[in-house]
């Protein structure tokens, strides 16, 4: 979710520090993975789109649609329309990465039909979640500037929301993953050799929810300072 960001320095940035260096490293273990399985082929040699379509019909969820989406990494499952959708580079590879990522974004429709609680929370936040990572900063910033303690107060509380978006987005991301191992070990879909590979892939990819995590809570002490600062003077 974008972060508005103002426009002077001041030093409470530094407690940013230790979440961009997590974000940066999560961001390239995430991609290098990926990259480095993307390049071997499963032996079973299916593509993520007939993976992902026969562990939908496998469990009964036939009305799950499998489409390919633009773009690189932007895989999803869409519960909204029940549509799975699967970048190119995994929709039409029979890579380890691919299978690994088209069997975590069925975990999430497996989610969604069983009700999955973390799930039903997450998606009920992501409105609020949405408005307050959006407006959170600006009122926030208004006040600090022009002395408005109730505006920050404000952008506090609606940063909160977006920061319980982020925590309760974790155990669903490991969930889907867990899902997916067993999903794929179960099927046959990979050899005993190829599964801790594609793990990988998964494990690089929670790592980026977990930076992003770290990053929303550091943020939130970033404004309590500045919000004690502001009291102070």
Known sequence: M????????DWTYVILIPAVILAMYAQAKVSGTFQRYLRIPSRRGKTGSQVARELLDS????????????GHLTDHYDPRSRVLRLSRDVYHSTSLAALGVAAHETGHALQHAQNYVPLGIRNNLFPVAHFGSQMAFPLFFLGFLFNGPLLMDLGILLFVAALLFQVVTLPVEYNASSRAMRLLEVGGYLAPDEAPKAKSVLDAAALTYLAATAMAVLQLIRLLVLRGHRDRR
């Open 2 to 9: 974008p972060y508005f960001m103002p426009f002077y320095w």
């Open 59 to 70: 469990h009964g969820l036939h009305d799950v649609r499998v489409e390919m989406t633009p």
